[in-house]
């Protein structure tokens, strides 16, 4: 079964979300499920805090990760929101995972 997880909380953030979605995508994947989690991009500044490097992570990944382009919110420091000006690119790479 293709399964997509869509999230706006994601690695490198770390909350109960991001750990939720990961272990889960982690186990469909074991049972044998083509997995995808879509989720939002985070500043280089927010990666080396949480000591996390995206694109090596994502490579190594057992099941597909999309990053969204998102931006910064003026009330929290950790959380972001999508880009929707952005769907397109979204939409080319969901097609292109999709036909794989």
Not at 38 to 49: A, D, F, I, P, S
Not at 74 to 86: L, V
């Amino acid at each position: 079964m293709k399964i997509a997880m869509f999230t706006d909380a994601y690695f490198p953030r770390i909350n109960g979300v991001a750990i939720s979605v990961h272990s889960y995508a982690l186990e469909l994947t074991k049972l044998g499920h083509d997995v995808c989690v879509v989720c939002l991009e985070y500043t280089e500044k927010q990666q080396r805090n949480a000591s996390f490097d995206e694109k090596k992570e994502d490579l190594n990944s057992p099941f597909k990760v999309i990053r969204i382009a998102s931006s910064a919110l003026i009330w929290s420091k950790e959380d972001r929101a999508a880009r929707f000006d952005k769907w397109f690119y979204i939409k080319r790479r969901w097609t292109s995972l999709i036909l794989m």
